[in-house]
């Protein structure tokens, strides 16, 4: 089964500074996705990694992926109160005899910046 | 242009009630997924349609969950004798999932969510 795995959960960090978010996922998988949550709203996409080495960048978060140690990275650059909310990452992964897919999300981090 | 659009939005029932849950995706959408997000907590897969039929149930919680997509469009997730462990957001989600997507991924647009609350 897919499992996949944010770390940390809970990040609080002061204006300015650097971080990165991991996500490590269980399975073979060239596609992952990240995805931004504010609070008492849905998901909506930020970068799409589609496969090995594969970076995207937008503003202060820069994303990439290595299939091959199946782990990707959100670096968040001169954080800024804005980019307060929590992150997913999502894999897609195939669902056996139907040639489809389904989508399974990471464990989130929850990102505070702080003043 | 139209995003997913659930309805309802907010949602309070008894215990033992029956709800019903519905997903509009964005037109021309193949793939409709469910999801359901406790407060403060992940999100669960629910189940997944491509087209009107669900090649994953796995992710419904128990019996008395389902879910049915008619004409390639609207969803409805079922919540038979609801249970106070039910309460969360319950997130649909649509997207292309056509040839085209593995070159070009396959990003998912979500609606805003119901949020149910059983008392």
């Known amino acids: 089964e897919l499992k996949v795995e944010q770390n940390p959960l809970f990040l609080s960090m002061q204006e300015g500074k650097n971080y990165t978010i991991y996500c490590n996922y269980s399975?073979?998988?060239?596609?992952l996705y990240w995805y931004r949550q504010d609070p008492g709203k849905s998901l909506e996409s930020l970068f799409v990694l589609l496969s090995n080495g594969a970076v995207k960048q937008e503003g202060r978060l820069m994303a990439s992926l290595d299939t091959k140690a199946r782990l990707s990275t959100l670096h968040i650059t001169a954080a800024v109160h804005d980019l307060s909310a929590t992150y997913f990452c999502?894999?897609?992964?195939?669902?056996?005899?139907?040639?489809?897919?389904?989508?399974?999300f990471g464990t989130g981090t929850r990102l505070k910046v702080l003043a | 242009g139209a995003g997913v659009s659930q309805s309802p939005s907010n949602k309070v029932t008894e215990k033992g009630k029956d709800v019903e849950l519905r997903c509009d995706p964005i037109?021309?959408?193949?793939?409709l997924y469910w999801y359901r997000q406790r407060l403060g907590q992940g999100l669960e897969f629910l189940i997944y349609f491509q087209g009107n039929s669900a090649p994953d149930k796995s992710g419904l919680p128990s019996d008395r969950f389902s879910a049915e997509r008619t004409g390639e469009s609207v969803s409805t997730l079922t919540i038979q004798r609801t249970q106070q462990e039910d309460s969360a957001v319950y997130l649909c989600?649509?997207?292309?999932?056509?040839?085209?997507?593995?070159?070009?991924?396959?990003?998912?647009?979500f609606g805003e969510g119901s949020w149910l609350t059983v008392v």
């Open positions: 999502a894999v897609d992964s195939p669902i056996p005899t139907s040639g489809t897919y389904k989508y399974i």
């Open positions: 037109s021309g959408h193949t793939a």
């Open positions: 399975t073979t998988s060239d596609r």
């Open positions: 989600a649509s997207s292309l999932a056509g040839s085209s997507f593995l070159t070009s991924g396959n990003t998912i647009y």
